[in-house]
């Protein structure tokens, strides 16, 4: 397919898997991951995930990225013209654009977690976590929650820090940066984990997330596993599609995903066995909930030597997975407004900025003054946009992404663009042709209660 316009690419395969891992490696593995297997009962959850991520997240990823190389457009236009390619609906654009807003509506609830990141990097700089203990730490996040103005103010900065970064492009500095960090992030959560096994129970922890007890599983939990294999690999909405339709053609789109799913899945396991770990050592609830990390590792960090430095590198570290993750949430909408408005980058990047920035808001008061606020089934802000984005937007723009590539578009395209040939093709064909929407499409039915 030919090119419309000028557009940027990666400058190598390693600025595009880095790139690609920054978007994935983010709260979601450090502060999503932990906590949902507390609330859903643990190894259930995890092993559900790990399915998830090999049946469905992994021949989805390739697909996606193959989707946006081949489109070589933001993920609306992009829809467009792979339908118009294999003399398709043009009602397949809208997978790009219902993409496009989720993105939005994710931000706005990322973008205040990020912020208690930030001020949990304060408060380990300022040494208040020396020393603490469970109920203390508990009341310290809690006394915390429960000022909406310091949950605004960080919010505005992560979104400010955000949107300047897109606003330029994402540039070099910051691929240069991830360079770094991202190993810096691996090597703390070892020093974390090293840690935890130490002090805590490791034992449990390790029962706790993989002892298959298949009676806790509940249709709940497979959902939300499910939806957190497509939030974890940044799948479903388009940010991975925006990102291949930078990518050359040279470059192998099965390798990449590879090893962006096993770096992903890694992190979010040693997290959660570090705090399992802590949790099961100080008789603390593993069903906490969105404070869970928050509430462990202070305790942790209060007690090690050094506590103060290492906690302030773990969460600034954890700051900044969460900003390479933010790009890429919104670079889908911005890649539509500029290649469609006369907007600059830089317009757009306020313009979407700014009102996801009041969105934002609503869900920082949402743990504080709004929160007998309830919107659908009984949740509040904050529930509504996490549940309505990770169980139902995201995995729906997978099944149908998974049912364009494998029904839809020509052989031969995709597998020029995949780069796969004889049984290795087969097999990711008919995974993405059955077992993904398969698996997707029973999990949505068995929730409406339909079998
Ligand atoms: N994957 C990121 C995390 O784990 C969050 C994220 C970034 C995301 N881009 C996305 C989730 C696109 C869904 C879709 O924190």
């Known amino acids: 397919m030919t090119q419309t316009t000028h557009r940027s690419h990666w ?3 390693w600025t595009f898997m880095l790139a690609t891992a920054g978007s994935a490696v983010g709260l979601g593995n450090i502060w999503k991951f932990p906590f949902m297997t507390g609330v859903n009962g643990g190894s259930a959850f995890v092993l559900v995930f790990l399915a998830c991520i090999a049946l469905v997240g992994i021949p989805l ?3 996606e990225i193959m989707l946006g190389r081949r489109a070589q457009r933001n993920p609306v236009d ?13 009602l397949w654009k809208w997978v790009g654009v219902v993409g496009l807003f989720a993105g939005l509506l994710i931000l706005a609830f990322y973008s205040v977690i990020a912020g208690w990141v930030l001020d949990y990097v304060v408060r380990a700089a300022s040494g208040s976590f020396k020393g603490v203990d469970a109920a203390m730490a508990q009341s310290q996040f809690n006394t915390f929650l429960a000022t ?3 949950l605004v103010l960080w ?4 979104m400010v820090m955000t949107m300047s970064v897109v606003a330029r492009g994402v540039n070099a500095g910051l691929e240069q940066a991830n360079k770094i960090l991202m190993p810096a992030l691996f090597a703390i959560l070892l020093v974390l984990l090293g840690y935890s096994m130490a002090v805590g129970n490791f034992a449990a922890a390790v029962r706790f997330m993989f002892t298959p007890d298949f009676s806790k599983i509940t249709p709940g939990a497979v959902l939300s596993a499910l939806g957190h294999a497509f939030f974890s690999l940044s799948l479903g909405m388009g940010a991975v599609m925006v990102y291949g339709s930078y990518l050359q053609r040279h470059v192998s789109i099965v390798r990449t995903t590879f090893y962006v799913a096993i770096a992903e899945t890694a992190v979010g396991l040693l997290v959660g066995l570090a705090i399992f770990s802590l949790v099961f050592a100080y008789d603390l609830e593993p069903g906490a909930g969105p404070g869970l990390i928050f509430q462990t590792l202070p305790i942790a960090f209060g007690q090690m030597p050094a506590g103060n430095f290492f906690a302030t590198l773990f969460f600034l570290l954890v700051a900044f997975a969460a900003w390479t993750s933010a790009i890429s949430l919104v670079e889908p909408a911005i890649a539509w407004l500029t290649e469609n408005t006369k907007l600059t980058r830089k317009q757009a990047a306020w313009l979407i900025g700014v009102t996801d920035w009041i969105l934002g808001i609503a869900v920082a008061l949402s743990f504080s003054v709004w929160k007998d606020v309830k919107l659908f089934f009984g949740l509040n802000i904050f529930d509504t946009l996490d549940k309505l984005t990770t169980n139902i937007l995201l995995p729906l723009g997978g099944l149908l992404m998974a049912l364009f590539a494998g029904w839809v578009m020509k052989t031969p395209h995709v597998q020029d663009e995949l780069g796969l040939a004889g049984a290795p093709y087969r097999l990711w064909r008919f995974t993405i042709r059955f077992i993904s929407p398969i698996a997707i499409l029973m999990i949505f039915m068995y929730l409406l209660g339909l079998v």
């Open 78 to 90: 992009g829809m467009l013209a792979l339908a118009r390619e294999a003399g398709a609906s043009a």
């Open 11 to 13: 400058s190598n395969r």
């Open 148 to 150: 909406p103005l310091e």
């Open 61 to 63: 990823m390739m697909c």
């Open 155 to 158: 919010h505005s900065l992560f």
